[in-house]
């Protein structure tokens, strides 16, 4: 085969090391924080570039690339601590937890922790809970929509099944998350700032509906009771549960059932032969 | 959930990297497109993205364009990932599945990029193991694509071209050449992109290219202010790449040809003006390929074109 003389400029050098061990060195350097770390031998290379050139691409597109992927999964905290500041959290990140695998979309789990305390962040305490909350949020848009309470299912007092939307969660936090969300997505600072830190601890109801990931508020009572269905538990022994912590009265225990499960969106109730009995939708 | 037992092949027009920001518009609105390609990734850990690139496929062709089997990998390819690829493609029955002459894979971690390989001969006998051990698994061809290069390894004998014809050769895969990475690696290491394509098909069986692919770049200045063409798919076609691809379609027939855009995307409007322009020289092509086999009247082009 005839070969253009420009393009056959082969230099053939003897191979300094394997293909495996290339790779290897090659990805330690891509990832490596300091100057030295990043070297690797000029003889290694060929061509009208300069090796320490075209490694500085590929490093720019690795970190920028596993950067991209945290951005997606936590975006209130990217706007929060802008995208400069957010490429040094994910950065670090990424040089100690890389992926093992190639769908970046579930990959990043532990940032939220890892981020809690980072070096600059000491005015903003509820960074974790935010990058938790961001998480949650990203894991549930990921879900098919269950419109038909296909998920759990609870029987209740005999006659009745409580049929629960697949994938739904309950997700409690210290500070009010869901608020300074929005406010952050809003890029709206006046909220931002009114928002009271120490309101205590909040509980929501979480799931995938056609419309997106839905949100609703929910009493402790109510939280307590609902977690405990869903981890398993009957009726009468998430009832108890409840009752046992004494956080409650029995009677505002009954009205917040009522008013945060029962005629929630994300349930179906229903008798066992599947008649629906109002509430849910 | 739509299930599709066959495949539908991929038609010799210009399709469209579908991205997931447009997905829902798509499915919903169906635009003008003759076939869409998807990173099978991005669906593999989101039920819903796949739910709904389900309703896509019901209604286009579609293509499995893989960044991460890694086929370059002296470790070996990762067989839970090709596993998920192979889900997928028994879900989505797509028309072409392609990956990289590259690696990505290394001490255990996935490292986002398409790596280069050196071109030596224990490279060629690794990626040969490799990619016929995905065919196996997957149960058909794979394309595979040449990447855009900003490293040369002074260890090499033979070309990127030879290379991946003899790839081709001793496993059976076919090409998916990629002419804006054609273009970038030439100018990257100061060569003639057009002299570099002509060894592309002096080097290549042209029956085994079954797609190209055409997209933007970006032209920066490295430390020391020489030109630097970055492969980001963050523009429009640059004018030169048109003309490269005008020369490969006259190299290589018309063939499934793909508009890439992965950064800052712009409308759909404009990726379909992007594949327009390549329909439009593919049919130019056609036309005067016609014209000199005598089977069409110059005065009436555009009717025997599409008869």
Redesign the interface.
């Known amino acids: 085969?005839?070969?253009?003389p420009?393009?056959?400029g082969?230099?053939?050098?003897?191979?300094?090391w394997?293909?495996?061990t290339?790779?290897?060195r090659?990805?330690?350097a891509?990832?490596a924080a300091d100057d030295a770390g990043r070297e690797l031998p000029a003889?290694?290379?060929?061509?009208?570039?300069p090796?320490a050139?075209?490694?500085r691409?590929?490093r720019n597109?690795?970190l920028g690339?596993?950067s991209n992927?945290l951005r997606q999964t936590y975006p209130a905290v990217d706007r929060l601590v802008g995208e400069a500041f957010f490429d040094r959290m994910a950065v670090e990140f990424s040089r100690v937890h890389?992926?093992?695998?190639?769908?970046?979309?579930?990959w990043g789990k532990g940032f939220a922790d890892f981020i809690d305390g980072f070096p600059g962040t000491g005015n903003l305490p509820y960074l974790r809970a935010l990058a938790q909350f961001d998480a949650r949020f990203d894991e549930l848009?990921?879900?098919?929509?269950d419109e038909r309470h296909a998920g759990v299912a609870v029987p209740l007092h005999g006659e009745l099944n409580l049929y629960f939307t697949a994938g739904l969660v309950v997700h409690s936090s210290s500070y009010p998350v869901a608020a300074l969300r929005e406010a952050i997505l809003a890029d709206d600072a006046l909220a931002l700032a009114a928002i009271d830190l120490a309101c205590g601890e909040q509980h929501f109801a979480m799931w995938?509906a056609a419309a997106g990931v839905m949100l609703q508020p929910l009493g402790a009572a109510a939280a307590g009771y609902l977690r405990a269905l869903l981890d398993g538990g009957t009726s009468e022994a998430a009832l108890a549960t409840v009752l046992a912590a004494g956080e409650s009265p029995e009677a505002e225990v009954a009205a917040q059932l009522q008013q945060d499960i029962l005629q929630a969106r994300f349930v179906r109730v229903a008798t066992h032969n599947n008649a629906v009995m109002g509430a849910g939708q | 959930m739509t299930r599709l037992s066959d495949s539908s092949p991929i038609p010799a027009r210009a399709g469209i990297g579908l991205r997931l920001p447009h997905q829902s518009m798509v499915a919903t609105e169906r635009p003008a497109a003759a076939w869409f390609e998807v990173h099978p990734?991005?669906y593999?850990?989101?039920?819903?993205?796949l739910?709904e690139l389900e309703q896509v496929r019901a209604h286009y062709p579609l293509s499995l364009h893989a960044?991460?089997l890694?086929l370059?990998?002296?470790?070996g390819v990762?067989l839970?990932?090709v596993a998920?690829l192979r889900a997928l493609s028994e879900r989505l029955a797509p028309g072409l599945i392609s990956d990289h002459l590259s690696?990505?894979m290394?001490?255990?971690?996935?490292?986002?990029?398409l790596?280069p390989?050196?071109y030596?001969g224990?490279?060629l006998a690794?990626v040969c193991r490799n990619v016929e051990q995905v065919q196996q698994a997957l149960g058909r061809r794979l394309l595979i694509e040449n990447p855009s290069?900003?490293?040369?390894?002074?260890?090499?004998?033979?070309?990127e071209?030879?290379f991946l014809a003899a790839v081709v050769q001793r496993t059976g895969c076919g090409v998916l050449l990629d002419i804006n990475n054609i273009y970038v690696s030439a100018r990257?290491?100061?060569?003639?992109a057009h002299?570099?394509l002509?060894?592309w098909s002096?080097?290549l069986d042209r029956r085994s290219v079954g797609e190209m692919h055409l997209a933007g770049h970006a032209v920066v200045a490295?430390?020391d202010g020489?030109e630097?063409r970055?492969d980001d798919h963050g523009d429009r076609v640059c004018a030169d790449v048109w003309s490269l691809y005008e020369a490969a379609i006259a190299d290589f027939g018309v063939l499934p040809t793909l508009l890439e855009w992965d950064t800052r995307l712009p409308d759909f409007t404009v990726l379909q003006d992007e594949a327009q322009r390549a329909q439009h020289l593919q049919d130019d092509f056609t036309l005067m390929a016609r014209a000199r086999t005598g089977r069409v009247d110059f005065r009436n082009p555009g009717h025997a074109a599409h008869a």
């Not at chain 2, 370059?72 to 470790?75: E, F, Q, R, T, V």
């Open positions: 085969m005839p070969r253009t420009d393009i056959a082969l230099q053939a050098a003897p191979a300094l394997s293909l495996a290339l790779q290897s090659m990805a330690t891509l990832l003889a290694l290379f060929a061509g009208a570039l090796g050139e075209g490694l691409v590929h597109t690795v690339g596993l992927a890389l992926p093992r695998a190639p769908q970046l979309g579930s848009a990921r879900c098919v929509p995938r | 990734e991005n593999m850990a989101d039920e819903a993205a739910v960044v991460g890694s370059g990998s002296a470790a990762d839970a990932h998920r690696w990505s290394a001490n255990g971690q996935f490292l986002p990029d790596l390989l050196p030596t224990e490279a690794i290069t900003y490293l040369c390894y002074a260890a090499a004998d033979m070309t071209a030879e990257n290491q100061r060569r003639d002299e570099v002509m060894h002096q080097a490295t430390a020489a630097l970055i």
